[in-house]
């Protein structure tokens, strides 16, 4: 982790008596309260930094979110507790018999739940807000290491994505672009490929502006926020405005290497719909079997 990751995420492993371990993440991001919230509690919100959400907002509410277009990449879960702008829980419990004349809280310790997704919203001085993600329900053996491992990285990439999102675009909504493939090869050889096949130098600095692709892929370019030895953030300007991310996460004995990109406005969906079948494409044939 940089110097930088290290001053804008904490992470706590926390193991309850009964075995099953959380993911605990804070991150300091600009902006009031109710828009911190809209951004954590709202399908359009969420959309514009994680993946595709589907939000009913209200305690007991439906909530889908959209891993992929495949059927089974669509989760359903709810709104386990309601709390604007303070306090949102996700759970993966769906009760059709919840109605929405709930008091604002619903239980999120069920045992049919699974992972349990608690966010948290303080307001501090100087116009920002420290938001706590609580990600609970992982159990505390060594079969579920992996797992636990590679959500608290995924989650870390994200909530500096949910920085960059207040911090350029706060209000704005964006169309997520989710390529991904797995490659049959160690994360570190995957990540030299990728970069190596869309001309992004070894050792890219933050500042530098990249303009990212190679034979048959769409053009995505924009200005270097992070680097780390396996992805790089960029502050996107072409095809549209937004922000990107390029990765090689550890899968197994493979790596899943993914190029997403969260692009606003029209001309953002336009470019999704359209160059989004090209990247899955390039990320397939490019797999190393």
């Keep these: 982790m940089t110097d930088q990751q290290q001053s ?3 992470t706590d492993a926390d193991t309850n008596p009964g075995g099953n371990r959380s993911i605990e993440l804070e991150i300091e991001v600009p902006g009031t309260p109710e828009e911190v919230w809209r951004a954590i509690a709202t399908g359009p919100g969420i959309s514009s930094w994680y993946v595709p959400h589907e939000v009913e907002e209200r305690a007991g509410g439906a909530a889908t979110a959209s891993f992929g277009p495949e059927p089974e990449m669509q989760i359903a879960g709810r709104v386990a507790a309601w709390e604007p702008p303070r306090r949102i829980v996700f759970d993966g419990k769906v009760d059709d018999n919840i109605d929405g004349e709930s008091d604002g809280e619903a239980d999120a310790d069920v045992p049919d739940a699974g992972l349990a997704f608690e966010w948290l919203v303080e307001a501090k001085d ?24 590679a959500m608290t990285e995924g989650w870390k990439l994200f909530l500096y994505n949910l920085k960059l999102h207040l911090e350029h675009f706060s209000g704005r909504t964006a169309t997520a672009m989710l390529p991904m493939a797995t490659w049959a090869d160690s994360t570190t050889n995957a990540w030299e490929t990728l970069t190596g096949a869309l001309g992004i130098p070894a050792e890219p600095t933050v500042g530098q502006r990249l303009e990212v692709g190679a034979e048959g892929t769409p053009p995505l370019a924009g200005t270097v926020t992070r680097v780390t030895p396996t992805y790089l953030a960029l502050l996107v300007d072409e095809p549209a405005p937004g922000t990107a991310f390029l990765a090689a996460e550890h899968q197994g004995d493979q790596a899943q290497v993914s190029i997403w990109a969260y692009l606003y406005g029209p001309e953002g969906a336009a470019a999704v719909e359209r160059d989004e079948p090209r990247w899955r494409d390039w990320l397939s044939r490019r797999a190393v079997g």
């Design 8 to 10: 804008d995420e904490t």
């Design 126 to 149: 100087g116009g920002t807000c420290i938001v706590r993600l609580v990600n609970s329900g992982f159990g505390a053996g060594s079969e579920h290491d992996e797992w636990y491992d």
